[in-house]
């Protein structure tokens, strides 16, 4: 157990739905990275919160979007899907600011769009 | 722009025997370097991380070495066990103004044969 919490491990869901996926860090993690992760990409980095506040974007489509609660766990959620979205994502959480801390990463939530 | 490429994507080793896996980056400004193992259905697992101011790192069977100026690092297993079976991933920070990121490369199968 990594100390990342994922939920929920397993979701399937038709195309145009919503989702929203929960990540909760490891204790005394301040920062929250989401990624995705797909056969033909690999792992793409989404977007960071750092202590509730969005710090840095990336390959995040619209459709998507995330906060960060103040008990830092944070939310990714999926709009309007389509079966291009189906993938791994994967939230990790580091204690500071950057990447040169450290991730820790869950064990993901695995999305399919049929 | 920011890419890290990683080889070979498949190796197949026998147990007992050496691994040795590839990256190279394309940001001189990139200055940690994160070594992630990946296992069957759960999330990648940071096994080694390297700073650009060492030039090697060694814990137990894993080591990693960097090489600045070629802009180029790798990982290295020995006395592979079966254990060590898994997709592994090397990773960058993309420089000083993106260092909340990583870049990871696009992975290797590592298959220890018994």
């Known amino acids: 157990d990594s100390g990342v919490t994922q939920t929920p491990k397993h979701l399937i869901t038709a195309t145009g739905q919503r989702v929203t996926l929960r990540c909760s860090p490891r204790?005394?993690?301040?920062?929250v990275y989401w990624y995705q992760q797909s056969l033909d990409q690999g792992l793409q980095f989404l977007i960071q919160y750092y202590n509730g506040e969005e710090r840095a974007k990336g390959n995040i489509l619209e459709r998507f979007s995330a906060q960060q609660f103040p008990d830092l766990h944070s939310e990714l959620n999926l709009s309007s899907l389509e079966l291009g979205d189906s993938a791994l994502y994967f939230c990790?959480?580091?204690?500071?600011?950057?990447?040169?801390?450290?991730?820790?990463f869950g064990s993901g939530t695995r999305l399919t769009v049929v | 722009g920011e890419n890290v490429e990683q080889h070979p994507s498949t190796l197949s080793v026998q147990e007992g025997d050496s691994a040795v896996i590839k990256c190279t980056y394309s940001?001189?400004?990139?200055?940690?370097f994160p070594w992630y193992k990946q296992e069957l259905g759960k999330g990648p697992q940071l096994i080694i991380d390297?700073?650009?101011?060492?030039g090697e790192k060694k814990d137990q069977r894993i080591a990693v070495t960097l090489n600045k100026t070629a802009k180029h690092f790798s990982l290295h297993i020995t006395e592979t066990q079966p254990e060590d079976s898994a997709v592994y991933f090397c990773a960058a920070t993309p420089g000083m103004d993106s260092s909340y990121k990583l870049i990871f490369g696009s992975g290797t199968r590592l298959l220890v044969r018994p």
């Open positions: 204790s005394g993690d301040l920062s």
């Open positions: 940001d001189s400004a990139s200055n940690y």
């Open positions: 390297i700073r650009s101011n060492v």
């Open positions: 990790a959480s580091s204690v500071g600011p950057g990447a040169d801390y450290g991730y820790t």
